[in-house]
Nanobody
Framework: QVQLMESGGGLVETGGSLRLSCAAS????????MGWFRQAPGKDREFVAT????????EYADSVKGRFTISRDNANNAVYLQLYMLKPEDTAIYYC????WGGGSVQESDYEYWGQGTLVTVSS
């Protein structure tokens, strides 16, 4: 069992930055690939970024590539999402998730554990 808790969301102006954190407890953190997803009002949840258990492999959605950076600290059981150059369309609840197999994935169905989410609001 893994428990995940996101933090770091808030209100920011267009062009601003935020760093989201996800703290994990439970089983060995480095065995899990981690992902960030987001859900905007009235829309389906979508993939944002993923990182493998070792941290060597990352992948991003096209909409955030070059603006967001995913990283992890296995010693402290945490994964981060650095958000730069934020746009109003980035407004959403951001969720972190832990996968079944450790490699990271763009597919929601590959993730077994989910946090409760943290809200990011970007004002225009």
């Amino acid at each position: 069992q893994v428990q995940l808790m996101e933090s770091g969301g808030g209100l920011v102006e267009t062009g601003g930055s935020l760093r989201l954190s996800c703290a994990a407890s439970g089983r060995t953190f480095s065995t899990f690939g981690m992902g960030w997803f987001r859900q905007a009002p009235g829309k389906d949840r979508e993939f944002v970024a993923t990182i493998s258990g070792s941290g060597r492999r990352t992948e991003y959605a096209d909409s955030v590539k070059g603006r967001f950076t995913i990283s992890r600290d296995n010693a402290n059981n945490a994964v981060y999402l650095q958000l730069y150059m934020l746009k109003p369309e980035d407004t959403a609840i951001y969720y972190c998730a832990a996968d079944h197999w450790g490699g990271g994935s763009v597919q929601e169905s590959d993730y077994e554990y989910w946090g409760q989410g943290t809200l990011v609001t970007v004002s225009s």
